[in-house]
């Protein structure tokens, strides 16, 4: 077989739960082999998720003729600097914190990098505040 990346139309659209369920349904009926050529082609931005495989950290290869592509690593402990407080008798110490990482890959010509830049900043954004992801 080869690698098969199920599209999930107008994810914009789109609230979190049915985001998921569309994507468990895809899952399930692509490792059945029994997704339409629809359902599989045409798409414009992919991720690859290898942090449920204990993956820290990975670069994802786009795949053909979608646009961009981000690599989803899992979650590790590290320690973190406190910001400095400048006049600040006494500094914060470090703390632990869960860190993911997330690269993304793009094709130039499509996506500039201030565009991708954009997408990360918003994307971190999400991440930090969750609930602006409930509709």
Known sequence: TGLITPIVPKTDELGLTQITETVRDLAT??????????????????????GMFGI?????????PQAAILAVGG??????????V????????????????????ADR?????????LFLSAFH????QPSLLLL
């Open 125 to 128: 954004k999400y991440l930090s």
């Open 86 to 105: 400048d006049g600040a008798e006494k500094q914060l110490p470090p703390v632990i914190r869960t860190i993911m990482t997330a690269r993304l890959s």
């Open 56 to 64: 820290d950290e990975f670069s994802a290869v786009i795949n053909p």
């Open 29 to 50: 009926r692509a490792r059945l082999g029994k997704l339409k050529p629809a359902e599989y082609q045409g798409g414009t931005f992919c991720i690859s998720n290898l």
């Open 75 to 84: 979650g590790t402990r590290r320690i973190v600097p406190s910001p400095w």
């Open 109 to 117: 010509r499509v996506v500039d990098e201030a565009t991708a830049a």
